[in-house]
């Protein structure tokens, strides 16, 4: 585990907020050298706290209006592969995200869509087919705020 300073956390926090800051504008905001400010991103990204970078899009924007997530339960354990029915959900492009969780379901799915017919369309045509597939449980994003993490 990587020692963070002040500085440190105000670069996290900063790019958290506008992933695509450059070390000239991260120096400039907090006092610091662009090559100094260039050398604190680079032991950041070593040390694995910076990952990657990742792009937000706006996806009503885009035409989709609906994000729907959903508790899949799988129909039987053993009988079905894991990484079968992961490989097959993945490759459905409305689903945003695929979380293994434990407890009441088995996965938890982020599922774009343009509205609730084009939804109920994924669900059936998509998701419901799916290898091993048992219970669903959908819940329909109302709102969505982003809080920053603990740093």
């Known amino acids: 585990m990587i020692t963070l300073d002040s ?5 996290l926090r ?3 907020e506008e992933g695509g800051l450059s070390a000239g504008v991260l120096g ?3 006092g610091l050298s ?3 400010a260039w050398r604190r991103l680079k032991r950041l990204r ?3 706290v910076l ?3 990742r792009l937000d899009l706006d996806r009503e924007a885009l035409g989709f209006g609906v994000t729907v997530f959903l508790g899949v339960k799988l129909a039987a354990k053993g009988r079905v592969s894991l990484e079968d029915f992961e490989r097959a959900v993945c490759a459905i492009p409305e689903v945003q995200t695929v979380e293994h969780v ?7 799915l982020r599922v774009v869509a ?3 017919p084009d939804f109920e369309r994924v669900l059936r045509r998509r998701i419901m087919t799916l290898p091993g597939i048992g219970g669903v449980e959908a819940n329909v994003l109302l709102s969505e705020e982003r809080r920053p993490g603990p740093i």
């Not at 434990?102 to 938890?108: A, I, S």
């Open 7 to 11: 500085t440190d956390r105000a670069f």
């Open 34 to 36: 662009q090559p100094a």
């Open 28 to 30: 400039r905001r907090f």
């Open 46 to 48: 070593e040390a694995g």
């Open 102 to 108: 434990l407890g009441l379901y088995d996965y938890r």
């Open 14 to 16: 900063a790019l958290t």
């Open 51 to 53: 990952a990657g970078a």
């Open 114 to 116: 343009r509205d609730l």
